[in-house]
């Protein structure tokens, strides 16, 4: 299927032709009684995973099925932060594997997600965080990712709205930067390659929600019903984020996975003010500006699992106070919008992609609270395991049996969140 | 905010209460007997259910006891709390009056 190039060409033209001759960006297919592969969840993971099948495993007869609107999840609801410094040996290549992709995404997939490789500085307010961080910041560029330690001084020249006053409540002791880290645009990357899987072939069918996981007689997948009637399939990969736990469910499945609210919010646009991102895992904030001017502030996850994809106001309130101290300029804007997503944590915090004990069932869940980072690595070891029924090796170590042979990848301290 | 009803105290705010996770998962009585297997069930493996949800909560600022609550999380709404110990309740359908 030839879609419409996006250039600069392209887009003076058809702006100069009054917007007219533009073609829709994927087709909205009826689904087909069967496919060599569907994915459920059209979320980034979902829609990459599809386009990877297709593209470099040569799984064209694939269908996404989304159960809302593609990129109405987590997709849409995150706050777009990229970065790669984890500690651990296999985390840090698995996100650093991501961060790669995202580098060169929009030319690979000839759509702009905007990404921003603004820098991600985290800082640090005890002795403690110091030590943490110094202790990531040498780890990393053992494993060939950037981050380096910043003094207060320069962590101000960094990011100038930044408060270093020694009288706040906590004051900055200095911060962790990793200039490859930024933002992106989290609705372009579903569209994205929703776009480029639909070019390829792959169907991707919305308000299509699975109600059913159907075996045959040696436990083998081989269809699932829908609310738009049974499809067959020899192999499902499961992309569902916080619904995770519901849908292997339907297959017997129990995982390691507690789902919990993540609450995040933005402000009235103001003209740019704030050139990175910075993350506070103490106090507990993550900030950046969005390129129309908001300020998109990350809140932490409510206390108790729910799937209402709503939190307490309480929540967002502790953030603001965090925002306020570090930033004094900002306590006088006004928020705009908050909104809840499901998040999917592990004991671990480390993500899992990996077969399932179902023969023919996949799964790539368990990323918590810092999943969006991840879309493209995830997408592209997801497909792969797919296809090929085993692991790439950077996912190898990820895998549910992990937890029951004991090798835990613990990143609880690593993710910036305070958990 | 939630209002969690404490079997001992009464109603309170969210705040003052932290959460437990999953109720009602017992310690096997003889861990040394289990295969690595049934130890992560019972460690690392969780219901997550949506829907109706048995699970403990301490009332840490406050009487500083623990309770089993259920509670729907598809709409947080508490449907019983009660006491660590006592059997988690059979609700009547419909459970509660309709939101």
Known sequence: MNKQKFSAFSLLWRGLSRHRSWQAQWRKPQPKPSYDALIIGGGGHGLGAAYYLAQEHGLTNVAVLEKGWIGGGNTGRNTTIIRSNYLFDESAALYDHSLKLWENLSQRLNYNV??????VMMLAHTVHDIQVFKRHVHANRCNGVDNEWLEPPQAKAFCPPLNIEENIRYPVLGAALQRRGGTARHDAVAWAYARAADALGVDIIENCEVTAIRRDSEGRVQALETTRGPIAARKVGVAA??????????AGVRLPLESYPLQALVSEPVKPI????????????????SDKGELVIGAGTDAYTSYTQRGALHVNAHTLDAICELFPTFR?????????????VTPDRSPIIAKTPVP????????????FK????????????IARDEPH?????FT??????????DEAAAAAVAH | MLLIDCPYCGERPEIEFAYGGEAHLERPPNPAELDDQRWAEYLYMRSNTKGVYAERWRHARGCGRFFNALRDTTTDRFLASYKVGEPRPQLSPPAGPAA
């Not at chain 1, 984020?241 to 339907?250: K, N, R």
């Not at chain 1, 704030?274 to 500006?289: D, E, G, K, L, R």
């Not at chain 1, 006088?332 to 999917?344: A, C, E, S, T």
Request: proline share 6%.
């Open chain 1, 114 to 119: 905007m990404f921003s490789p603004r820098g």
């Open chain 1, 241 to 250: 984020a916080g619904h995770t736990s519901v849908v292997l469910g339907m």
């Open chain 1, 274 to 289: 704030f050139p990175c991102v910075v993350m506070s895992n103490t106090i507990h904030a993550y900030i950046s500006q």
């Open chain 1, 332 to 344: 006088r804007l006004r928020m705009m919008r908050n909104w809840g997503g499901i998040v999917d």
């Open chain 1, 360 to 371: 023919g069932l996949y799964v790539n869940c368990g990323w918590g609270t810092g999943g």
């Open chain 1, 374 to 385: 991840a879309t493209p690595g995830a997408a592209h070891l997801f497909a792969w395991t």
């Open chain 1, 393 to 397: 090796p950077l996912n190898a170590p």
């Open chain 1, 400 to 409: 549910i049996e992990r937890f029951r042979d004991g090798r835990l990848i």
